[in-house]
C-alpha cells in the first residue's frame, strides 16, 4: 500500500468514525442542549416569580407595619381596664369630668359592661342624668364628640326641668345620656 493509499484509508476511517459518531452524537447532543433549554427557561421563570413573590411580601409587610400603626393609634384611644368593671368605671370617670367641664350638674350615673364572655375588646357603657342648660349641653356633647376617647352618645332625653317656671329665670334641662365606648381589656398578672 503507498502512501497515498494510507493516507485516503485513515482520511476515510477517521470521516466515517467522525460521521458516526456525529450520527449518534448529534440527537444526544440535541437532547441535552433541549433539556438545558427548558431547565433554563423554568429557572427564569422560578427567578422571575421569586422576585415578583419578594415584592409583593415587600408591599404586605409596609402595608401590615402601617395597619399595625393604625390599630395602635385606634387602641391607645380606647377605654382601658383590667376587667370590664374597672373600663366601665374608667369611662364613668372620663365622661364625669366632661359634664363638670361643660357644667352639667350630674343626679346619678351608673357605669355598665356588656355581658359578653372573655373578651379582650368590649362594649362599656354610662347611663348619666343631671341637669344644664342649652349651652352646657351643647359643650358636654361637643366635647363626648371630640374627645381623645372614641366615644358615642347613644341616647339622649332633653326635657325642661321645670316647665312652669318665669321666663326672667334661666332656663334649665334635664338631660339623660347614654354614652358607649369600646373598652380594651389588659389583665394583670396578679389576677
Given at each position: 500500500?503507498?502512501?497515498?493509499?494510507?493516507?485516503?484509508?485513515?482520511f476515510?476511517?477517521a470521516?466515517?468514525?467522525?460521521?458516526?459518531?456525529?450520527?449518534?452524537?448529534?440527537?444526544?447532543?440535541?437532547?441535552?442542549?433541549?433539556?438545558?433549554?427548558?431547565?433554563?427557561?423554568?429557572?427564569?421563570?422560578?427567578?422571575?416569580?421569586?422576585?415578583?413573590?419578594?415584592?409583593?411580601?415587600?408591599?404586605?409587610?409596609?402595608?401590615?407595619?402601617?395597619?399595625?400603626?393604625?390599630?395602635?393609634?385606634?387602641?391607645?384611644?380606647?377605654?382601658?381596664?383590667?376587667?370590664?368593671?374597672?373600663?366601665?368605671?374608667?369611662?364613668?370617670?372620663l365622661?364625669?369630668?366632661?359634664?363638670?367641664?361643660?357644667?352639667?350638674?350630674?343626679?346619678?350615673?351608673?357605669p355598665?359592661?356588656?355581658?359578653?364572655?372573655?373578651?379582650?375588646?368590649?362594649?362599656?357603657?354610662?347611663?348619666?342624668?343631671?341637669?344644664?342648660?342649652?349651652?352646657?349641653?351643647?359643650?358636654?356633647?361637643?366635647?363626648?364628640?371630640?374627645?381623645?376617647?372614641?366615644?358615642?352618645?347613644?341616647?339622649?332625653?332633653?326635657?325642661?326641668?321645670?316647665?312652669?317656671?318665669?321666663?326672667?329665670?334661666?332656663?334649665?334641662?334635664?338631660?339623660?345620656?347614654?354614652?358607649?365606648?369600646?373598652?380594651?381589656?389588659?389583665?394583670?398578672?396578679?389576677?
Amino acid at each position: 500500500m503507498t502512501r497515498r493509499d494510507r493516507y485516503a484509508l485513515c482520511f476515510g476511517v477517521a470521516f466515517v468514525s467522525i460521521a458516526t459518531i456525529a450520527a449518534r452524537g448529534m440527537p444526544a447532543l440535541a437532547a441535552w442542549n433541549a433539556r438545558e433549554q427548558s431547565v433554563a427557561v423554568a429557572s427564569s421563570r422560578e427567578l422571575s416569580l421569586a422576585r415578583t413573590i419578594v415584592a409583593d411580601m415587600s408591599a404586605a409587610r409596609d402595608s401590615l407595619a402601617m395597619e399595625l400603626h393604625r390599630v395602635a393609634e385606634l387602641e391607645s384611644r380606647l377605654v382601658s381596664g383590667s376587667t370590664p368593671a374597672d373600663a366601665a368605671s374608667a369611662l364613668a370617670k372620663l365622661v364625669s369630668d366632661i359634664a363638670d367641664r361643660a357644667n352639667l350638674k350630674i343626679s346619678t350615673i351608673e357605669p355598665h359592661d356588656d355581658s359578653l364572655p372573655a373578651a379582650s375588646l368590649r362594649t362599656v357603657s354610662v347611663r348619666l342624668a343631671g341637669t344644664t342648660d342649652v349651652v352646657g349641653l351643647t359643650d358636654f356633647l361637643l366635647a363626648i364628640d371630640t374627645a381623645d376617647t372614641l366615644m358615642a352618645v347613644r341616647e339622649l332625653v332633653v326635657s325642661q326641668a321645670e316647665p312652669a317656671a318665669p321666663s326672667t329665670q334661666a332656663e334649665a334641662l334635664r338631660v339623660e345620656v347614654f354614652v358607649a365606648a369600646l373598652a380594651r381589656l389588659t389583665p394583670t398578672s396578679g389576677r
